[in-house]
């Protein structure tokens, strides 16, 4: 096992890398996120679409964050990224972000949703029960599955790989599952792809684009992870060669099963029968297979739920880690257990994610994070541009093909999804700006310049 130089060790192979992209990619979002988008745009068509689109900027995204990890191949991703590029205070924000709601919302997002789930099949386990008159049983039972990971976590990498490994597989496994039931066995209906909500017939150009932004802004945010391995390159096993090719081959393999769940979603409800469910898949398993059938969906997604949470636990301490390393004032966050993890970090991410999941509704969460990591990704992909005109002679092991168009659809489509979505949901919009101007604030009052 080598050493990475960062008090990590290089034990991530390939394999295990692109678990860790589809882990951390599917997740809460494919699983609650159509039931936002058909109440948003009630058009099945556009909905699949947006899949695709999604799928393509994710796949710009990996080949940016793929030239840019193997050419400095460090824990921290962005983080790193940025500091080279634009300096030590926008790297700093960055950072504040991933650790504030980067990872600590969708982990947050995901055990709401698994609990949300459960009690939707089993309403005989819902209760008024509330944990010291304040926490409702859902929260407490979220809160409560993140101390259990963070536990597992600290025992050590070893572990922690070796069950994202499994529970990767059996996520994937039971999709595939899902989708050969839904197209052999499933009681759907093909009328279901071309039924349009009334409400969309309703709308305006404007709220046809704000529909849309906000929409993309939420598969954005399910395909968000698509970086996952870049977080932990500093672990990676040859990460100039496996670092690009894990990303790529994570990213495609979600694509594929993204669109493929979609489609098993609105064969079996329509956009009416979807909007504004947050249980979405338990929706359309109980048209296509009926009950019994449903309980199997319903093991798939909660195992599916765990492995995403399980991901996010293994990168997401990395970020604060990368922190603690660079930062003096808090280099308390650079510190690694005798098991080699990064110990405090996660602390500290279980806490914040504890805070999240009493805080915030799942719709609500989706999108303030979905706001806040394109922001971030966008500023790291720009890096690509900037470091080509600025370091032309920088060491680059894999290069971008048909360069500059990936980080230019990346960055265009991006922009445009962020100004319209800002102007339907304002409020969450705001939220995640303001986020990222308090990291800049923290930057400057904490002396972290120093």
Not at 290 to 295: L, M, Q
Not at 402 to 430: C, D, H, K, N
Request: aromatic residues 10%; hydrophobic residues 55%; positive net charge.
């Amino acid at each position: 096992m080598s050493q990475a130089g960062e008090g990590l060790t290089r034990h991530i192979g390939f394999r295990s890398a692109v678990a860790l992209v589809i882990a951390n990619v599917i997740g809460t979002g494919i699983f609650t996120t159509t039931g936002f988008q058909a109440a948003d745009l009630g058009n099945p068509t556009l909905i699949l679409l947006l899949w695709l689109v999604g799928g393509v900027l994710a796949f710009c995204g990996a080949l940016c964050y793929g030239e840019l990890g193997a050419a400095m191949p460090k824990a921290g991703a962005e983080y790193v990224y940025i500091r080279e590029t634009y300096g030590r205070m926008f790297a700093f924000m960055s950072a504040f972000v991933s650790v504030i709601a980067g990872f600590p919302a969708p982990i947050a997002a995901a055990f709401k949703s698994l609990v949300l789930y459960v009690t939707a099949y089993f309403p005989s386990l819902q209760t008024d029960f509330r944990f010291l008159g304040v926490i409702d049983s859902v929260d407490f039972i979220a809160v409560l599955l993140v101390w259990i990971l963070v536990a597992v976590q600290l025992r050590g990498h070893r572990a922690a790989i070796r069950l994202n490994d499994f529970a990767t597989l059996a996520k994937v496994g039971g999709i595939i599952l899902i989708i050969l039931a839904a197209a052999v066995l499933g009681q759907g209906e093909l009328s279901n792809f071309t039924y349009l909500s009334p409400s969309f017939n309703a709308m305006g150009t404007a709220e046809i684009m704000i529909a849309l932004a906000t929409s993309l802004i939420f598969v954005m945010y399910c395909y968000s992870g698509w970086n996952a391995a870049a977080y932990v390159a500093s672990e990676i096993v040859e990460p100039e060669r496996n670092l690009p090719r894990a990303l790529l081959a994570g990213t495609m393999v979600v694509t594929v099963l993204y669109l493929a769940l979609n489609t098993v979603y609105l064969y079996g409800a329509n956009v009416d029968e979807l909007a504004g469910k947050v249980e979405v898949g338990l929706v359309a398993a109980r048209a296509l297979f009926g009950e019994i059938g449903a309980g199997f969906v319903v093991i798939v997604l909660v195992v599916s739920l765990l492995a995403s949470a399980s991901a996010m636990m293994i990168a997401g301490p990395r970020v604060a880690f990368a922190l603690g390393r660079d930062v003096l004032n808090f280099r308390w966050l650079g510190r690694t257990s005798a098991s080699g993890v990064p110990a405090n970090a996660l602390l500290v991410q279980g806490v914040v994610t504890s805070v999240i999941i009493v805080t915030g509704r799942v719709d609500q969460i989706l999108l303030y994070t979905g706001f806040t990591l394109s922001l971030i990704s966008a500023l790291a992909v720009s890096c690509v541009v900037v470091l080509r005109f600025r370091r032309p002679d920088m060491k680059r092991p894999f290069r971008i093909p048909a360069y500059p168009l990936p980080p230019l659809i990346y960055l265009g489509v991006t922009s445009w999804m962020m100004f319209w979505a800002f102007q339907g949901r304002p409020v969450e919009s705001s939220l995640a700006l303001l986020t990222v101007v308090m990291g800049g604030i923290l930057f400057c009052r904490s002396g972290a310049s120093a």
